[in-house]
Structures are given as structure tokens and as C-alpha cells.
């Protein structure tokens, strides 16, 4: 059959929910072709609509890891759309004939597949449909991604689940927030590389049920079982990726193109990445310069070392520090000043007039002149002022002696009755001259 006078079509190589794939060849540019037709949809009007989005998305791309698309038109009342023949087979195809694959041919994969999404994510298109029937490899082993039936632009308010038949189609790798009914972003395909990448290693997709309503409940509450619980002999790196790629929350997943790098790099292998070069010691900036120091000082070879001290450093370094032990030696410097002071001035030797006269009851006091001593009644009076006792008297130390001997009954001695004698016989002369005076 020839179509649109160019395109003559050869064999049947697949079939799909919209349309048949053959192979085929254009006679004007003498070149091998697959040719979609799409199948007649009485009862889905939508379905024209959507394989010329098809058409329409596909054509934007132009990537290694994405089937080209090359013509698209009508014939004999029905759409056709000519792309790239990959001389190969599907990844499904892969699995059902050689069981799961190694490894190193899964992180390849994960590399060219996630590269090819990152390409139509950056033109705003998310596939929607990614599953290893939709995963082509030519006879060289790279990957394309095909089938862009159901994608949708990310800004496509209808981005949501589409009919019953492509739901329970695609349920094994449906993204948790698209079983919810939210619109379809790049996370999506993200999530269901992921599925396709586990099935590849293990054999199985990482969540199976009776029914396609049960296997969208483990999409969104049940974690995936670790592949090497299942006895894949997988480097720990490669899984733990593995299953970031499969997160709940689409934040928690990486983009494609950082998934694409990471594969490409060979990180899943695990092997030990170098440490950062250690960051040079800066020496410490004077303090009558450290107020004009820049904010950071960028070095030539590395990042930068030198940063500003903060504000509340600077106004501290203003304040001049007294050293916390020059206070704490004065103050044990006072302390055995004061000890010894008082050492001093309770020892034993000290003299008899520097002490209370009340100390020592019964001892008799010397008698002290003010002509011998002239500073002696001083030094009492200070020491009284100084230490007071509750049993001293306001009389003088002189008197002391006096009182006791009248308190003993002792007589006054000859000379002093003499003398008040006399004073009084003086007295009485006194007045009687006086009276006589008077007379």
C-alpha cells in the first residue's frame, strides 16, 4: 500500500490502543520508515485530537534518545504519522525473551532514557506513558523513547488520568500524585523510569495486585521492596538511587536531567568521591585593621577563607578588657592584708595600754603620768574607740583601783586625810572670816 504517493508500506511491527505501527519506506528520500496509522474511534471522539498532539509533540524533539518524527498527514479518511525506524526491539520484548538484565545495562538505560525525558521536559512535555513497551533500542543498543500518544504539555490544564483502558495500561507505572488525579508533571515520568529501572533489575514491578485499583493504593501508601532483598546483586549506591527515585512526594525526586548525569558519571557503582581540597588557615587579622576587612576575601585556587567579623565582635573589640586575674589577684592581696592586720593587732605582746583595761580583773594598772607619756591617754581613748567591750565602765583606768579599795574597806592612806583635813579647817576659816567681814 502506498500512502500520500511516497510512503509504501511494507509489514506490521506493532499494535496499540490508538493505532498499528508498520514498517515502511520512502520512496522519495529512499529510506526506511515506520508508519503509524490511527485505528478508526467511533467512540472516542477525542482520539483524533490526540494523535495529532502526538504528532505535534513529537516533532518538537530532536534528540539521540527520542524517536524522530518525520511527516504527518491524512489518507483515505485516516491520520498517519511517519517517524524514525528503530531496526531493534522493546525493552519489554527484552524482558519477556532474556528474563532481568545486569546492572551496568540498567544504569546505560537509565542514563539514555532519562537524558531523552529531560529533553522533552525542557520543551514543557511530559510523556505520561513511560513503560518498557515504549522503550525502543536499535541494533547498537541505544535507547529511544517513543510513543508520545498520551503527552501532554506541562501547562495542558487536561493533564489528569485519561480513559478506563489507558489506566489499568498504564497502572504498574502510575506516579502517586497522578492516581490522586492531579495534573501530570515531570516528577511523573521520573516516577515511572523508576518502576520500568526496578522491573529491569528484578524481573517484577516494584508493586503487583488483582486489580489496577489495588495497585494504585500501593503506588501511594506502600513502600517498594530493596531489590537486593530479592537477591539482585546491586551495588548499594545504584539502590538507594534507585528507590529516591521512587519517593511519594514528587519534591523528593530528582529530575531527569540530574538522574541522566548521575547514571552517565558512574556514580551508582559507588565508587569513593575525592574530598574537597582542604580550605587554608587565615591568619588573624589585627585588630586596628579588622574594621576595614572586607566582607570575604576570594583566593585565586579555592573558595573564600577570609570573612568580617560580626558587628557585635567589633564593638567588644572597642571596649578596653581589664584581664580577670589582675582583679583576682587583688583580691587575695586584700584578703592577707587584712589577715595579717588583724593577726597583728590580736597578737599576745602587745603592750597593756593598747588593750582594755576591763580584759584582766584583779591586776593593778601602773600608774602613768602625763608628764612621762604624754601620748598614753591618746592611745587609750583610740583603742577604746576602736574595740569597745560591753563590760567596760566610763570611768578612768586610775579610778578602777581606787573603787575597789573602798569596796574592800581598805583606809585612804595618812597623807591624803591630812590633806582634806586641812582643806576643810581652811574651809571653816574661810567662813568665818567671811562672817566676820560681814559683822
Not at 489518507?75 to 517517524?83: I, K, Q, S
Not at 521492596?225 to 537477591?231: E, I, S
Not at 567589633?314 to 584578703?335: K, M, N, S, Y
Not at 583601783?401 to 590633806?419: A, F, I, S
Request: charged residues 20%; negative net charge.
Amino acid at each position: 500500500m502506498l500512502i500520500a504517493g511516497r510512503y509504501r508500506l511494507q509489514d506490521p511491527i506493532g499494535r496499540g490502543a490508538m493505532g498499528e505501527v508498520w514498517r515502511g519506506y520512502d520512496e522519495s528520500l529512499g529510506r526506511a520508515v515506520a508508519v503509524k496509522l490511527l485505528l478508526p474511534h467511533d467512540s472516542d471522539p477525542t482520539a483524533t485530537a490526540r494523535f495529532r498532539l502526538e504528532a505535534q509533540t513529537a516533532g518538537r524533539l530532536n534528540h539521540p534518545y527520542v524517536v524522530g518524527v518525520y511527516d504527518f498527514g491524512e489518507y483515505d479518511g485516516r491520520l498517519f504519522l511517519v517517524m524514525e525506524l528503530v531496526e531493534g526491539d522493546s525493552l519489554a520484548g527484552r524482558l519477556s525473551k532474556g528474563g532481568p538484565l545486569p546492572a551496568e545495562q540498567v544504569a546505560r538505560i537509565a542514563a539514555q532514557a532519562a537524558a531523552g525525558l529531560a529533553a522533552a521536559h525542557q520543551q514543557g512535555i511530559v510523556h505520561r506513558d513511560i513503560k518498557p513497551a515504549n522503550l525502543l533500542q536499535d541494533a547498537e543498543g541505544t535507547l529511544k523513547i517513543g510513543d508520545f500518544g498520551i503527552a501532554r504539555f506541562i501547562d495542558d490544564p487536561s493533564g489528569a488520568l485519561t480513559t478506563t483502558g489507558q489506566i489499568v495500561g498504564t497502572s504498574l507505572y502510575l506516579a502517586p500524585e497522578r492516581a490522586l488525579g492531579r495534573p501530570a508533571g515531570p516528577a511523573c515520568d521520573v516516577y515511572a523510569l523508576g518502576c520500568v529501572l526496578y522491573q529491569l533489575l528484578t524481573g517484577r514491578t516494584p508493586f503487583r495486585a488483582p486489580t489496577a485499583v489495588a495497585i494504585l493504593h500501593q503506588h501511594l501508601d506502600t513502600p517498594p521492596v530493596p531489590p537486593r532483598q530479592l537477591g539482585v546483586s546491586l551495588p548499594p549506591a545504584f539502590e538507594n538511587y534507585l528507590l529516591g527515585l521512587l519517593a511519594k512526594r514528587p519534591e523528593d525526586r530528582p529530575a531527569a536531567q540530574q538522574v541522566a548525569e548521575w547514571f552517565g558519571a558512574g556514580a551508582w557503582q559507588g565508587r569513593p568521591e575525592p574530598l574537597p581540597a582542604p580550605a587554608p588557615m587565615s591568619m588573624p587579622t589585627p585588630r586596628h585593621t579588622r574594621a576595614h576587612a572586607p566582607r570575604h576575601t576570594p583566593t585565586p585556587n579555592g573558595p573564600p577563607t577570609t570573612y568580617a567579623l560580626p558587628t557585635a565582635s567589633r564593638r567588644a573589640d572597642r571596649r578596653p578588657q581589664r584581664p580577670r586575674t589582675g582583679g583576682l589577684i587583688a583580691g587575695v592581696v586584700v584578703f592577707l592584708a587584712a589577715m595579717i592586720a588583724g593577726m597583728l593587732w590580736f597578737a599576745p605582746g602587745r603592750s597593756s595600754a593598747e588593750s582594755p583595761a576591763g580584759d584582766t580583773p584583779g591586776t593593778t594598772a601602773p600608774a602613768v603620768t602625763p608628764a612621762s607619756t604624754p601620748s598614753a591617754a591618746p592611745a587609750t581613748e583610740a583603742a577604746l574607740d576602736v574595740v569597745p567591750e560591753p563590760s567596760l565602765t566610763t570611768s578612768s583606768p586610775a579610778a578602777a583601783p581606787e573603787e575597789e579599795k573602798r569596796e574592800k574597806g581598805e583606809k585612804r592612806p595618812p597623807e591624803q586625810d591630812k590633806g582634806e583635813d586641812k582643806g576643810e579647817d581652811k574651809g571653816s576659816e574661810e567662813e568665818d572670816e567671811d562672817g566676820t567681814d560681814e559683822g
